[in-house]
């Protein structure tokens, strides 16, 4: 099998320590790849690299139009590679190669809108209260930026990262998740055919605890962007103090979802079944906690449950599969004690909560889709993100209630609203405590909308302008055309 290497300075290096890690197929737990198994002292190797192309080289004073018709080239590339990244991404992760494709449609869509609007942040004149004077403000790179990615969407989560920092003109070391490299990996090959040079952009593969806790405590990155999850975000932006690094964290969601007895029926149901088990519900703003009126709440069950039991599971590569496997023995494992606690806590199973006896997915880490009725916001699958196909559902009476019960979590991240009541519906919006919220919709994002959290579902934004603002350092320049004397010491 074909060793995958890091790639530094421009370099396709190895571990220094000589270390691999075989990758596997969480569909049938087959080998997939081996990989460099980087750690400290490589991280240390490409924060150095990092610092050296940002302070010496001239990425940084690069026409912003030259970096952006880099970045314009790689999605270029990646366009013409998609079938190879989606297959690649489909075998690392299990979602099926039909969703992958979106998302690497997705990923060239971020690459060429960070492409088309670099060169449109480029500061402003501002009136000055000093005659004969000129005050201005500039946006600069931040410096050496520190990426580190999660196993769910792999290269969707980099390309949120990698875009906006190039052509910014900052240089940077990347970190994807240890379990799904793979299109990271394919990526920087694509980032060295279109001509970024040695040193701006550095991968280094590798374990959270060593590369990832180097890249966020290293005094010589400037910024550190993650996404992950909520005990690690907390980590990294304790370990980040050490020299007040920029922090971006993107983090987890409990994300509801409310339907009001005067939505779309159909619609809805379909919906929100959608919003939770597309990639069997391992993603972070899922629409996990079901908050339906009382009125319709029996029957929008039953006609749930009729639909989630034909979901079809099976190999992201055939046509007819409808949800892939979990990710790991670990998250399974996670999985089933959520689904047991929640059984304890007297949340009523009203589908799956097993795993599937289907002889053909016993090699892999598949867990039937889940559905829980009369739950309330004390249950801890109700406050807790499992990150699997599990949907809770609770049941309100009032516009109020539904709010208050949609607004119960410490995260932040996500919420859609189902009614037909357009009034009603920027009522609850208003008030709902999510970085992003859905009328009519669940889980929809695309590059030009900003991307983030409320509450403990991160800090800062990714995609839309804001994207490209967390990758530039403020400044403010004074210019006196006329100085003189002040003399307010006297002469
Ligand atoms: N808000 C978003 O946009 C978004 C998007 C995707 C995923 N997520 C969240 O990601 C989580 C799932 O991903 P995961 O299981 O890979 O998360 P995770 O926190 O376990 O790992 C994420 C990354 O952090 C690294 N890491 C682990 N320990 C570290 C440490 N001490 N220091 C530095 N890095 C460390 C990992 O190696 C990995 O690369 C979920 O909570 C999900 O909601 C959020
Ligand atoms: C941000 N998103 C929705 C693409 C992936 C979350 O896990």
């Not at 890091?6 to 969480?26: C, E, H, L, S, Y």
């Not at 090959?189 to 701006?200: D, F, K, N, T």
């Not at 990639?279 to 906690?289: L, M, P």
């Not at 055939?318 to 790991?328: A, H, K, R, V």
Request: hydrophobic share 40%.
């Amino acid at each position: 099998m074909i060793l995958k290497k890091m790639f530094i300075d421009g370099k396709w290096v190895d571990a220094k320590n000589g270390q691999t890690r075989t990758i596997i197929n969480p569909f049938n737990q087959e080998e997939i790849a081996t990989v460099a198994e980087g750690d400290q002292s490589d991280a240390i190797a490409a924060i150095v690299a990092a610092r050296q192309a940002f302070d010496q080289g001239d990425w940084p004073n690069t026409p912003v139009t030259e970096r952006a018709s880099i970045v314009q080239k790689i999605a270029e590339l990646i366009e013409r590679d998609k079938e190879e990244l989606a297959e690649l991404e489909s075998l690392d992760t299990g979602k099926t190669v039909e969703e992958s494709r979106v998302d690497m449609d997705d990923i060239a869509g971020v690459f060429r809108y960070y492409a088309e609007i670099g060169d449109k942040n480029g500061g402003e004149i501002i009136p000055s209260p000093v005659p004969n004077s000129v005050s201005k403000v500039v946006h600069e790179p931040v410096g050496v930026c520190g990426q580190i990615t999660p196993w769910n969407y792999p290269l969707l989560q980099a390309s949120w990262k990698l875009a906006p920092a190039l052509v910014t003109g900052n240089t940077l070391v990347m970190k994807p998740s240890e379990i799904t490299p793979l299109t990271t990996v394919k990526v920087f090959e694509l980032i060295e055919e279109a001509g970024v040079p040695a040193g701006v952009a550095n991968l280094v593969l590798g374990a959270g605890h060593s590369v990832g806790a180097e890249l966020s405590t290293n005094v010589d990155v400037d910024l550190i962007s993650f996404t992950g999850g909520i005990e690690t975000g907390k980590k990294i932006m304790q370990a980040a103090s050490v020299n007040v690094k920029k922090i971006a964290l993107e983090l987890g969601g409990k994300n509801p979802n409310v339907v009001f007895s005067d939505a779309d029926f159909e619609t809805a149901v379909d919906q929100a079944m959608n919003a939770v088990f597309f990639h069997a519900g391992q993603i972070c703003s899922a629409g996990t906690r079901l908050i339906i009126e009382e009125s319709i709440h029996d029957e929008f069950v039953k006609a749930l449950v009729e639909r989630v039991k034909n979901i079809k599971l099976g190999s992201g590569f055939d046509e007819d599969t409808q949800m892939g496997p979990l990710i790991s023995a670990e998250h399974l494992a996670k999985v089933e004690s959520y689904v047991e606690t929640g059984i304890k806590e007297g949340a009523k199973l009203v589908l799956g909560g097993k795993r599937p006896e289907d002889p053909a997915l016993q090699n892999g880490f598949f867990y039937l889709p889940t559905i829980f009725t009369d739950c309330t916001t004390n249950m801890s699958i109700v406050q807790d993100e499992a990150f699997g196909p599990i949907i809770t559902v609770e049941k309100f009476q009032t516009e109020e209630e539904a709010i208050k019960l949609a607004n119960d979590s410490i995260y932040g991240l996500a919420g859609g609203v189902w009614t037909n009541d357009i009034v009603k519906a920027e009522r609850c919006v208003a008030k709902m405590r999510m970085g992003t919220v859905w009328i009519n919709e669940f889980n929809l994002y695309f590059p030009h909308a900003p991307w983030g959290g409320f509450k403990q579902s991160g800090i800062g934004r990714e995609l839309g302008k804001l994207g490209l603002e967390e990758y530039t350092e403020t400044k403010h320049i004074f210019h006196n055309l006329d100085p003189k004397p002040i003399n307010w010491f006297g002469k």
